[in-house]
């Protein structure tokens, strides 16, 4: 089993750390912050390295917000930041259609289950969509929906493919809508599909969850767009052109961050305490995933100054 | 590989067939009917088997109607029935909670995803329930929910059960209730677990596919009380008495209907290619159940007379 170095409180290896990589990439939620409450030190901490030149880069998977919308959240938590430093999985996904996925006219509108935040980065992208936050879909299906998604006459014949994210409006007829394009053969793809979401504390339904109900009805699963996708690293790393091999990517939770790390053959990855996973799931028999260094939380690096 | 008797067109056959059972158990969608289309001689059909003292028994996973409501349905498509003879997952979910699960108050509440006739089922065996058609629920989640639900201050603390049927107003506000609750040790139950609906000579999302996100985000699978599940099956005896060797189940479907009989150990197993499968399902390698006998169409019985 991999090993992992405990770095908090040793400058030196601290140190030596640092000057292993050139980028480092950020998870947010239990790494930064919780929720509206930003860690002590963090701040201090992702200036400490901006000030050493290391290139900070935000990974979430989060789709409701757009990069624009993060920058607000991160101007409102007193981080510093610009949008060109922020990479989501709304963001990722509106790249993959748009450059390599390349629908072609007519048949390349994408039908939305999800937030505004994925319907900007389409925008940007100038891939037309159908349903996201439109009214009309938020909504009671009606005996004439079922008439009408069954017969095909409510169907939008221009839709191929269909990207699921976290929609906190997730109803019966956008499933239903959503379903029947993926029977007449949408590409299905999914912004990220993390089965809770961070919250007050406590989980949520996330992405991947309420997605499940089209990947049960029709027994396939999602190109998955956000981390531990390597979809998602390939994009980064086109869009940064960093080295991999002087990149760390630091996050609270194995399943999507260090693994996202390891299988993107990254130089190194920090898992930091202050969220999902701790020291004794990486430590147990067959975990998902191994940090090559941790620390109880992201400030502990500043005792390298 | 088990072989199937096709009994179209040949009398004698039916003659024996008709004469090894007592008790008939059928499925109704694709076997009595499509959607609000009754196939042609069925009344015949049921009034030829009552007439030779055949027991009729109507046995549905639909949990959206009561017995009450099917009733209504079976009498406005000119199907002679009475409510003892209809068996449907929302009668059997409620009496398993009531005389199987019998959970001790305060904490004996169901927290309901599903629609009036769960709710019907529910009130006539006297047991609690939440949630359902509450209009308070078919709403979208505010801050405050978010916030309530993460607390628990939101939550009703007698809540012991969580009973999940086709819903057709599921949203992100009872999903979030649903899974705090399981979180919390509610037991976990499923009217039936069909991916899919059938409406209109297509598919919709069905009672096993809405509630998926919860099985997602826990990792646990319901206990279902609808087809195949053998809880249906010992619920049906219990009721009707009924001698399992002397009863066939007909039906369209193979891993519901025909795996239902046979499981269940029934005397026989009749399928119908008017609905979802046909002889090609069950020829093929690998089958998930294969039906002891078969027929082109229920009313292929009435050569027999």
Not at 28 to 46: A, I, Q
Request: charged fraction near 25%.
């Amino acid at each position: 089993m991999a090993q992992s170095k405990y770095l908090t409180g040793d400058s030196q290896a601290i140190n030596d750390f640092i000057d292993r990589f050139d980028v480092f990439l950020f998870d947010c939620d239990g790494v930064l912050w919780s929720g509206d409450h930003v860690f002590k030190g963090v701040v201090e901490t992702l200036e400490f390295l901006r000030a050493k030149g290391k290139k900070t880069i935000f990974v979430t998977n989060n789709s409701t917000k757009s990069r624009s919308q993060y920058l607000e959240k991160f101007a409102a938590l007193g981080i510093p930041s610009v949008t060109e430093e922020i990479f989501g999985s709304a963001y990722s996904s509106a790249i993959y259609i748009s450059k390599i996925l390349k629908l072609s006219p007519p048949k390349n509108k994408v039908f939305v289950l999800g937030e505004a935040g994925i319907e900007n980065e389409l925008r940007t992208e100038n891939v037309p969509f159908i349903g996201g936050t439109d009214p009309s879909f938020r909504r009671d299906i009606t005996p004439e929906d079922f008439k009408g998604i069954a017969d095909g006459s409510l169907l939008d014949p221009d839709v191929g493919c269909v990207l699921a994210g976290l929609d906190f409006h997730i109803n019966y007829l956008k499933l239903s809508h959503a379903y029947q394009y993926l029977r007449r053969g949408a590409v299905f793809l999914a912004t990220n599909t993390d089965s809770t979401f961070p919250m007050n504390h406590n989980f949520f339904p996330g992405a991947g969850s309420v997605s499940f109900p089209l990947v049960n009805m029709t027994g396939e699963r999602p190109v998955a767009l956000g981390k531990p996708s390597q979809a998602m690293m390939d994009a980064i790393e086109g869009k940064f052109q960093l080295d991999r091999g002087r990149t760390c990517m630091v996050g609270d939770r194995l399943d999507t961050d260090i693994r996202f790390g390891i299988e993107g053959r990254l130089g190194g990855t920090l898992a930091v305490q202050t969220g999902v996973n701790k020291k004794a799931d990486w430590e147990a028999e067959g975990a998902v995933a191994v940090p090559a260094f941790y620390v109880d939380k992201l400030s502990d690096l500043l005792a390298a100054a």
